[in-house]
């Protein structure tokens, strides 16, 4: 079965972190739900038949963010999304869904104690199993810049933040 790289989730059109691909299955499954999606023959859909369209693929994206997206793609007033427009966008999505389940899987790792947070013992001993080696200080750097909440250690969604502002991120 082939794949086929899809565009940047980052907005930019420019790599961040590695590349993602979605199957021919996959890319198959989101033309055939556009095609569903449109019931006037116009070729496009609406809000109403995008926020359907992402729901049946299993994306979750909220109204605001629909909005928002019909908005950015909306310049021409025509009030739909042409299909290659909603392909973008749902491709960018499910690599924004990828990548953030690999983030998860990696701050699992690191979580050792599986309390919810990362400390510096966990970066620790993760670098030690790595063969890297840090010094205490830079080990507490990395925790003191991506705690936000200032209680010692990295929750999930400070850990999510501090990594989409790497090459690692979505």
């Known amino acids: 079965m082939g794949r086929v790289t899809v565009p940047y989730p980052n907005g930019s059109g420019k790599p961040r972190g590695r590349r993602y691909a979605l199957t021919e299955q996959k890319m198959q499954e989101i033309k055939e739900d556009f095609q569903r999606s449109v019931t006037d023959g116009s070729g496009s859909i609406d809000f109403q038949a995008l926020n359907s369209a992402t729901r049946d693929l299993g994306l979750e994206i909220s109204e605001e963010e629909i909005n928002q997206i019909l908005a950015e793609l909306n310049q021409d007033g025509t009030g739909g999304i042409e299909f290659d427009k909603f392909f973008n966008i749902i491709t960018s999505k499910f690599v924004e869904m ?48 991506a705690d936000r909440d200032r209680d010692g250690e990295v929750s999930a969604d400070e850990f999510m933040r501090m990594m989409r502002r790497t090459s690692f991120g979505y």
Not at 115 to 140: C, H, M, P, W, Y
């Open 98 to 145: 990828e990548a953030r389940e690999e983030l998860l899987m990696a701050f699992r790792i690191i979580d050792q104690d599986k309390n919810g947070k990362v400390s510096a013992a966990d970066i620790q001993r993760i670098a030690k199993e790595l063969g890297i080696n840090f010094t205490e200080i830079e080990i507490q750097d990395m925790v003191d810049e």
